[in-house]
């Protein structure tokens, strides 16, 4: 693809209007110094024990590529709501500064920063909006994708949830975040074109009902493919579309063997334990042990959980909506907040949204077995026992090196989720904090500033 | 802006992977026939008393522009999954066929079709994995909006959710939908760029912080703008920080005025009834009536109808993560299903998914001064009382006119939700059902269906 289908990489308008009042302001009061700011989710769903941090190698390419076209500085001149000099000046903004940030695919807590900028307060404060926009969008939809992966325990597992993920670049990006979380494959075509995500995909209710006879609309498909397929069984009548592939698959066998065969049906409503249950009993009972059972329709973690706990034989689910959107937690509480600026550490204390103060590392220690023990919050400063979770990325606005392939993210991610306390690794709500300090350090840090601020009174 | 800074309008690969499936197998199966898609929504969330179709603009342009390119071919081809005879034939596959669709910014309900697609079938089954996607995103952003619309009671609604919506073109294309249902403004200012909808933006916490003082802060920030400004006064502590917005006003009352001055004070946090009624009182107090307050900080529909009945002297509200990803209902249910193919009507009969056969209308009957009586959804051949709903906009391919523009769509969306039956204007859930009846030739005639059906065992 000389050009990808949808670039949400360009687009420096794609921010929030106050970005570019402030960014004028800092220009008007030349305040040109080095600014620390933090990417953090303050606290977690309550149906979230952990999250998974994805979207990092896009954060990456929108911070190297920031940059103010002509087209853009001609819309916000005709906006008459900025100076010349400050246009004239944007036109020259690029990223200078570092880039930390903790590797896609790691599992990660509330308070901990897990992206940390550190630039001219007029860089760092322009990429605020599309940052948190691309990191909180992926790590959504990685973290939901991670209890999909735990509930499926081993089973094969496919995004088709683009048709009613939010819009274009939700449907790409969502495909690439629960691949790195351990999704097998993708029905979405663009992303297997813009990041090799495996595509599958099986046929609709409608190709059935176009054809007068379901057992032709299955002769159509398996003949038209030229690989193995998989059927789709519950337009009308489950047991007795299965009974139509059992029949096809002995026309395949009897027949020159043309087609490819078939390789799964595809069960889509009602009952998908039952008929999951049945439809391999006929299977098998044909000697079509082979032909795997795909599951789908509104399936999420806990459908999962609950088909495979009740022994439902399954090789392979769709995840559709319930992924694509999140739906149980469409959002995260997550912010990009100034910790530091001239060399100063900085603390918002408005009520539930106070922050840490100053650049900070995030340690987390293991067990003797690689098991999370706990993780610390310290400043840049404080020593700390284990692995230091940030990461240098960008220096001097360009990326130090190439960022892990997505097929490395993927198997770093399983050992991750392999290694959180598995009480972390149910799917009910409640009850499984993870331990998080934050240092004396910065507890300390965080009561003088609120000091000097009562001073200021 | 010579071109958009996001495109998601080009990328015919941003569809599942099963549509160039069934695509061959129509193909090679030599299945040209036209065939009649419908669009609806099977039932609605518990939190929806109605929804409101949004995305019918960018439906259109993704119909007329639809086109594989070579580089789309190319990455096809390179799959080896489709023959090359498919691929001759999908390079030359443009829509040729019409659409009918319910005017955006209109009220609808579960069971009625929104969108009809009537063409030959591979052309209209290749398109429903996108049409879907657009129309699926906007229309759950738009009745989102609507309720807050409706909680607002005439306080202007700013969108501040880019940050938190799903990637770039959700951020975009939340802001146009809540524009339609009646937001006043957005903070994002691609969209204004894209679709001239006002911008809005203040300043955020970073910029108070970034500053020694907030005093300082505040007059840096008041003498950059060249238009009346918003000041963000919960940073520290809001009653100290509304007497630093007193004190710069009348330093600026005093002084030679080369500052725009101050339009409105805004709170982001804690309580925020009891802080809007002591700023107010402040303000008041010192002759800074004219100065508004704007509100945010996690607000929603609930949130506003609160604030407004516990009295808060507010005159905008800012929503942002609830609004921009329908957070209480990110998804709904919604289908495009064949319903006729080569004239003859066709039935899905799958538990809880069955659709009603046919290509339908809906008709709308209203009492005399406007308010929504009942719906009909009716065979396009059956008679019916009340205005059809669907109307022709897409004919060979091309819209037959250009389609309203932003603001008339805006205009129309007002009135609509001021004729909505009041019940159905209120925010709590449950009992509030709106009568839309099946027509007695729909019901038999999917009766007659899945006899046949039956017949075929």
Redesign the interface.
Known sequence: ???P????L?????????????A??????H?EDT?V?ELFVRRLPASRHFLVAAGLEQAVDYLERLRFED??LA??AG?????ARFLDHLATVRFTGAMHALPEGTPFFADEPILRVTAP?LEA?LL???L???V??QT?IASKAARCVIAARGRQLVD?G?????????????ARAAYLAGFDAT????A??RFGIP?????????I??HD??QAAFR??V?????A?TLLV????TA?AVRRVIRLADELKAGAATAAGIRAVRI???DLAVQARDARAALDAHGYGNVQIVLSGGLDEHAIEELLSAGAPVDAFGVG?ALD???DA???D?AY??EA??GRP????????ATWPGAKQVYRERNSSGEYLRDRVVGLDEPAEGRALLQEVVRNGRRIAALPPLASIRDSCRAELLSLPPALRELGEGGHGYPVSISDGLRALAERLDAA?DR??
């Open positions: 693809m000389a050009e289908m949808i670039d949400p360009r687009g420096v308008l794609l921010t929030d209007f106050y970005q570019l009042a402030m004028q302001a800092y220009f008007d009061a305040m600014a700011f087209e853009d819309y916000l906006l008459n709501r900025f100076s307060i404060q605020e909006s599309r948190l926009n691309i909180h969008f959504t088709f683009m048709r009613r993920a939010h819009e274009a670049s939700a449907a790409l990006f969502a029905a979405t075509v663009a297997g074109a595509l599958s995909g099986t046929l609709a209710h409608s190709f009902e176009a006879s379901e159509d498909f003949h038209s493919r030229r690989e397929t519950d337009t009308y009548d007795r889509d409503s009602g909506t959107v999140s739906s469409p959002a995260l997550m907040k100034l600026y001239a900085r603390r918002k204390s408005s009520p539930g949204k601020q200021d009174a």
